[in-house]
């Protein structure tokens, strides 16, 4: 079993920043990927950012040039780090990993609500 916990989300205004974190109970060292989704009323929950082993990173249209994934694979961190956010940013945001073992590998955070209102 994986605890993943998630920090960082909280209130800001339109065109200020948030980092995101998540730190994982096991190694994310050369796991299969980790990424950030994230859940707005209404809406299905979508893909954010992912990085996959090897390093390869996607990103979702809506946020290519403003959010960056990074992780330490000291302190078993994946972070999320949000710039220029937008009032359509607001979501509850959830950190996953993926260890390979198929559904049985996936693994979710918590939640953390991101909102960007003035």
């Known amino acids: 079993q994986v605890q993943l916990v998630e920090s960082g989300g909280g209130l800001v205004q339109p065109g200020g920043s948030l980092r995101l974190s998540c730190t994982a109970s096991?190694?994310?060292?050369?796991?299969?990927?980790v990424g950030w989704y994230r859940q707005a009323p209404g809406m299905q929950r979508e893909l954010v950012a992912v990085r996959a082993r090897g390093g390869s990173t996607n990103y979702a249209d809506s946020v290519k040039g403003r959010f960056t994934i990074s992780g330490d694979i000291v302190t078993n961190t994946v972070y999320l780090q949000m710039n220029n956010l937008l009032p359509e940013d607001t979501a509850v945001y959830y950190c996953n990993a993926d260890y390979g073992l198929g559904s049985g590998g996936l693994y979710w955070g918590q939640g953390t609500q991101v909102t960007v209102s003035s």
């Open positions: 096991r190694s994310i060292f050369n796991i299969a990927a």
